[in-house]
């Protein structure tokens, strides 16, 4: 039997590398720093609660493998990121460190083409000087989010299907706007996390 643990996260802007800057300037921007510090304060509960969850969940580590939502790679190369990032701050990196140091295994989860090609028009928004720029570069990603959203999650779910085992557990860290669920195979018992 194989398990399929899904957890719904809530991303920061420490999850998303160098496009940090301006996703914290455009949530101030957009919220006023107040309740944008209000929100940070939210989604910090939200990381203690699943930390406890995921504490609490009594694994096998070393029967255990590791999906992170935006994570291309495994192995070494995958390590460094999870190390770095949770280095840096990030709960959700820190959490998944912990679970590496402990015996799960990290799997690359996420195309580099699909991730590539959703960093680009996000930082073509970011990155717009005019309001005029800005709705050109939001219209031009709005044509294509469905469909890159369809192929991100038939791409993860292909990844846990054919790296987790019989008798493993695999946890996803998956953002909300996710739907990988249609694309598990019918022998994983898959469980969202709520």
């Given amino acids: ?6 957890i719904r996260i809530v991303h920061t802007p420490l ?20 309740r944008w510090e209000e929100n940070q304060r939210r989604i910090e ?5 699943v930390e406890s969850d995921v ?19 495994a192995g070494a190369m995958g390590e460094k990121i999870i190390r770095d990032t949770a280095d840096k ?22 195309s580099p083409q699909l991730l590539m090609q959703e960093y680009s028009h996000i930082k073509a928004i970011l ?11 939001e219209a031009k990603y709005g044509r294509v989010r469905d469909r890159l959203m369809l192929d991100r999650d038939a791409f993860i ?14 946890i996803l860290f998956i953002g909300a706007s996710h739907n990988v669920l249609p694309g598990i195979a019918g022998d994983i018992e898959a469980k969202v996390l709520d």
């Fill in 1 to 6: 039997m194989r398990k399929l643990m899904i």
């Fill in 15 to 34: 999850d998303m590398g160098s496009a940090k800057e301006g996703l914290v300037k455009d949530g101030i921007s957009r919220m006023g720093r107040e």
């Fill in 45 to 49: 509960k939200f990381w203690d609660e």
């Fill in 55 to 73: 504490d609490s969940m009594g694994l096998d580590y070393e029967k255990t493998r590791v999906y992170q939502d935006g994570l291309p790679c």
């Fill in 89 to 110: 701050g990030s709960r959700n990196y820190q959490i998944i460190k912990k679970l590496m140091d402990k015996g799960a295994k990290i799997e690359a989860t996420e």
């Fill in 127 to 137: 990155d717009a000087g005019t309001e005029n720029e800005k709705a050109e570069a």
């Fill in 157 to 170: 779910a292909g990844s846990i299907n054919s790296t987790l085992k019989d008798g493993e557990t695999g």
